[in-house]
């Protein structure tokens, strides 16, 4: 280390972390520096310290490194959706494979027999449902209407983003402005929008009633932006359509598998519908799903793996912890025409005992898809690896997003149950964010 200027010694930046941040040691310390990429030298500016780390800021790139690029969004490095953007695309997925395969050996004790290619796909535009901020903040000139700042609760000042659909993004400076003129401005903190094939629905939360003036308000912006307008006023069984109410339902096609999708805009689908479809390829591709199968798929929710896996001709039983979600599945298959060879029911899988698990009785294979805290209780039911009566699959497919609990539930199938992590890989379905989705395959050994 040395000292550049005053108060700002430059380093030499080894790695990123899983926050994107550059990381370097200093006399013994380690230095966490947003807006730093490995293998540059920077120059940056404490802004905590401990006693074994701080964190910093950069205050100047002195040599760069050949995977910096600039930016694409105006608004970057102050709202907080998008950590990543100064790295090129290519090298923020080989990152997120450094990232996931350190999990899986520090936490999990495993390596992957093969690495899987990533997945990857359009980096801009990409994100078909987001939840949007909106505030009135009479200093900043009127409405908010954007992500949360970095590391804050306030909201950007920002008029587009660039990870959001064009016609989504353009919609920005328009809401600032349709919330500005209603008399609940500062009573709307949020507008989720959920990108269908058909249409766009943006849901306004509402603290507070509409008024008699604001109606009109609202059907001209959706008449102008072709749009479709939902409202919440309180739990989740407030949410209902405002205006047209003949717009077409929300909903995704699968071509490979021929089967479409309804949902509603506050039922959880992916975010991004492209990689969604190669994801669900790779994903049978790993499982090898066969008629005559019973197969269940844990974690269900809508059913956006069970029905391809249906389609194999395998017997598919889903299981979900919202009754909402089971529901829209039951209602799919009907639609798709496979209720033949599916059920669903409604199952908190964080309370999975072994007894519960052995009540299922047994499956040829497995596909879980878990929300972040991963799949401890269901993959602590499986019977040990030398217990040889209880219902153990051959085959796992495991879809995460969150490479620490893929990391840990790892750990139990490979060194207790009798597995082997045959594949693993990452599939990059937030580009430009942290987030790393991945899939793995395991199979008993």
Not at 204 to 229: G, N, S, T, Y
Not at 356 to 382: C, M, N, T, V
Not at 425 to 445: D, Q, W, Y
Request: with cysteine.
């Amino acid at each position: 280390m040395q000292n550049h200027a005053q108060n700002h010694p430059s380093v030499v930046i080894e790695s990123l972390d899983q926050e994107a941040r550059g990381v370097t040691h200093v006399e013994g310390k380690v230095i966490f520096i947003d807006g730093a990429l490995p293998g540059e030298t920077v120059t940056y500016q404490s802004r905590k310290r401990k006693p074994s780390y701080e964190f910093a800021d950069v205050v100047e790139v002195l040599q760069s490194s050949n995977t910096r690029v600039t930016p694409k969004c105006p608004h970057f490095g102050v709202c907080g959706g998008c950590a990543l953007q100064h790295m090129d695309v290519g090298a923020q997925v080989a990152a997120k494979q450094r990232m996931l395969e350190a999990d899986l050996w520090h936490i999990g004790r495993a390596k992957p027999e093969r690495v899987l290619p990533a997945i990857h796909g359009p980096s801009w535009g990409y994100r078909h449902k987001a939840r949007l901020r909106a505030r009135y903040v009479p200093k900043k000139g009127g409405v908010l209407v954007g992500f949360n700042e970095k590391a804050s609760s306030y909201v950007a000042d920002m008029q587009t983003c660039a990870i959001l659909p064009p016609h989504v993004s353009a919609l920005i400076v328009p809401l600032q402005e349709l919330i500005e003129q209603l008399s609940i401005r500062d009573r709307l903190p949020q507008i989720e929008v959920a990108v269908g094939e058909d249409v766009t629905v943006l849901l306004l939360r509402i603290l507070e009633p509409l008024q008699p003036q604001d109606e009109p308000l609202l059907r001209a912006f959706a008449d102008r932006h072709q749009v479709q307008l939902w409202t919440q006023s309180k739990g989740p069984d407030t949410v209902k359509p405002f205006y047209p109410l003949d717009a077409p339902a929300l909903k995704y096609h699968l071509p490979e598998f021929d089967l479409e999708f309804p949902f509603k805009p506050t039922e959880f689908t992916q975010v991004n519908p492209h990689i969604n479809q190669v994801m669900i390829r790779r994903a049978m591709q790993l499982l090898q799903p066969q008629a005559g199968e019973r197969i269940a798929d844990f974690f269900c929710g809508l059913g956006n793996f069970t029905l391809p896996i249906a389609r194999s001709g395998a017997q598919v039983f889903g299981f979900e912890g919202s009754a909402a979600l089971v529901a829209r599945a039951v209602e799919s298959a009907q639609l798709n025409k496979l209720q033949g060879n599916t059920e669903f029911s409604e199952a908190d899988l964080f309370l999975m005992t072994p007894e519960k698990l052995a009540a299922l009785g047994h499956f040829d294979k497995w596909l879980i898809d878990p929300p972040r805290d991963g799949a401890l209780e269901l993959i602590k039911s499986l019977p040990e690896a030398d217990d040889q009566s209880g219902p153990r699959p051959n085959r796992i497919v495991y879809v995460s997003c969150n490479p620490a609990t893929l990391a840990r539930d790892t750990g139990i199938l490979v060194a207790l149950k009798g597995y082997r992590l045959v594949a693993s890989g990452v599939i990059n379905m937030f580009p430009h964010t942290t987030h790393v989705e991945s899939i793995a395959l395991f199979e008993r050994a």
